[in-house]
């Protein structure tokens, strides 16, 4: 099986990339940074940024036919890890019940300067083919 592109209308893209790509059943997402979809805006508040990064995950997912509960890993990488425990609440609200394997990465940088980027990586379950 071949590489499939998911794409959404919905959130913009920045550069040379795919926001979702899916092979064999895993569908990865590019990196999400917080921008507002509908007014492009940078958000540098951690605990809006969370939520919108979140936010612009869950609409990629939904493109791709899936929902929150198949994300099976996630990767968080944080500007500053003493945001660590604002971003596990917001985190925790979008992952209720058997949350995916989780990596956080203190970086020194961002793109944009934002304080935040989470990637991820879903599985399709044969029964959603």
Sequence with gaps: M???IIASNK???????SIAVEANGLIFLSGQIP???????????????TRQVLNNIQ??????????????KTTIF?????????????????????????STIAVSNLPK???????AIAVRNKSQV
């Design 2 to 4: 071949g590489k499939k």
């Design 11 to 17: 959130l913009p893209v920045v550069g040379p990339y």
């Design 35 to 49: 921008i507002n979809p509908v007014t492009s805006e940078i958000i540098h508040d951690i605990k809006i940024a």
């Design 59 to 72: 609409t990629i997912i939904f493109a791709a036919g899936l929902t929150m509960a198949d994300i099976i």
């Design 78 to 102: 944080l500007k500053d890890i003493a945001d660590f425990p604002v971003v596990n609440e917001i985190y925790a609200e979008f992952f209720p019940e058997e949350p995916p394997a989780r």
């Design 113 to 119: 300067g934002v304080p935040i980027e989470i990637e």
